[in-house]
């Protein structure tokens, strides 16, 4: 049966989108004409120097384009977007000035404030004078562990101002999630709060601080008060100074941008690091810049009057799309802490009393909402949300059926995916266009994304590996301390050679949506079958008894087995009837092979730093293997639960 789409825009909504404008100017420039999505997307990655250089113009890129958009080379990581271009980052995103809102900022229901345009670039000059007066100049690295704070912001676009390379962390990392990623780039200046606050909570960081800062030796460790007045965490750490104190001197002035080639190095991002010390991903200024801004505008419609809202942390790639708003005159709505403290629609409170436009979160985050049984639509006015986005994992066909039932009927939902190694989208919304449940509508602009099997051979209706056969600007130019390129290489184009390979499990849909069913590197299995998890868990977590799930693949018997853990709501029991009742669901609502061996409960359920449940590290200890980087978890002790189960031994 042919699915009815859960919503359709309006041709008032159509005529006045970003996405239509674009497509009108694309027609313009080629002298064709582009009936839908369907044939611009083939335009954008066919003819690939025409497309990329309209989009650096019709999003208003500063800085000198040069004569080439694209040079072609032999391989796929030999193509060079912009060689001759020169531009700033920061430049670019400081794009007004005024009174009104550039920052909003909210952390739980205890502290708040705002920040106009001249406001932001007058502290972003200052701290610029500060950076340069420290002797920072283009390529130095800067390290931020903080809270999504305005300061954050305005740290970074000082950073990146003077061609400085900036990467960021939350302050809820151990010490040694910390130096792993820090360690590895040595940033002589470190910028972090003195605590920060979560579900209700005061969490005190100066001692973790103190030890940090004199293991990296910056040449200033900046501290920002947020829990506090700052002044012990200050006082402990290696050449400690208050933010304040650190401004003292410097009154705003005219903003400097030291513009830089194409490829000039803007972040350094890490992997997850479940299975060893974290990647560090180095992510160049032009290709980031042009990236997001393409996809906060075109396909997110985010432009001058917008008030864009998304829940994430400055550990997360989201931190850093997020900010590449301010690149088309955006407000940034930040929030900091738990979503759901002190009371469960804090979060829905913030986007309806500031007027949100766009509304970004986690596919979890819409489940929670969903078995809290909140419903925005009855208690909020979000007539001002036009776009909700979604990403972190796969936003389930229940999640999408609750946007529409319970949080809005006419906003245009978008999942999302993409991630830390692109910073960017390789399947999002496409606004011009249906919403159906379970699906992400469709590639993004400039991204020649597909499907392979595993011999590497486009396959449609059937699940494979989530490939991209063309080079794109957002492409990492480099791994830190990567001579030749080996672990590059390794990372994206050794299943394909010559073809980068994302590592998640796939699928096309009839339609040219995309339904991605977990990470390949985490896929189940059975009898030879590969069975993406995500698949057991949107039949799974719609039982009330379920909290959240995670399953893996189980060495047995010269095969691999189904193992499924469950997080159980309170006051329920994983009884016989339960266990039976959710493989029943499983065989029925998947196939026979998804059914796992085994089903056992468990308290907690490990995850990232940004909210994403680790399969690997679950197998590891299973498995009886040390899970090589626990630092990179935020709950490394729920672990412990998974390890010598004797269920697994039988």
Known sequence: MTKKPLWKPSASRVEGHPMTRFMRAASQATGRPFEDYAALHRWSTTEREAFWSLIWDHVGIVGEKGETALLEGATMRQDRFFPGARLNFAENLLARTGPDDALVFRGEDRVSCRWSWDELRATVSRLQQAFRAEGIVAGDRVAAMMPNLPETVAVMLAATSLGAVFSSCSPDFGERGVLDRFGQIEPKLLIACDGYFYASREVDIADKLAAISAKLAPRKTIVVPYLGDGAKAASGAHHGVLLADFLAAYAPAELVFERLPFDHPLYIMFSSGTTG?????????????????????????????????????????????????????????????????????????????????????????????????????????????????????????????????????????????????????????????????GEIQGPGLGMAVDVFDTDGRPVRGEKGDLVCTKAFPSMPIEFWNDPGGTRYTSAYFESFPGVWAHGDFAEWTERGGMIIHGRSDATLNPQGVRIGTAEIYNIVEQFEEVIEAICIGQAWDGDVRVVLFVRLAAGHDLTDDLVKRLKDAIRTGASPRHVPAKVLAVTDIPRTKS?????????????????????????????????????LSA
């Open 277 to 437: 010390v974290p990647k560090c991903i180095v992510h160049g200024a032009g290709g980031t810049l042009l990236q997001q801004r393409k996809e906060h505008l075109l396909h997110c419609g985010n432009e001058e009057a917008s008030r864009v809202f998304y829940f994430t942390t400055c550990g997360w790639m989201m931190w850093n799309w997020l900010v590449a708003a301010l690149g088309g005159g955006s407000t940034l709505l930040l929030y900091d802490g738990s979503p759901f403290h002190p009371h469960k629609t804090i979060v829905f409170d913030y986007v309806a009393a500031e007027r949100a436009t766009f509304f970004g979160t986690s596919a979890k985050y819409i489940d929670s909402a969903r078995k809290f049984g909140l419903k925005p639509m009855e208690s909020h006015d979000l007539s001002s949300v036009r776009t909700i986005t979604s990403t972190g994992s796969p936003l389930s066909p229940e999640g999408f059926a609750y946007v529409y039932s319970d949080v809005k009927a006419d906003v245009h939902l978008a999942s999302i995916s993409g991630g830390t190694d692109i910073l960017a989208c390789f399947v999002l919304g496409i606004p011009t266009q249906p919403v159906y449940e």
């Open 611 to 647: 909210g994403k449940i680790t399969e690997l590290a679950v197998r590891e200890v299973v498995e009886g293997r040390p899970v090589k980087n626990k630092e990179a978890l935020a709950n490394p002790e729920a672990l412990a639960e998974f390890e010598g189960r004797s269920e």
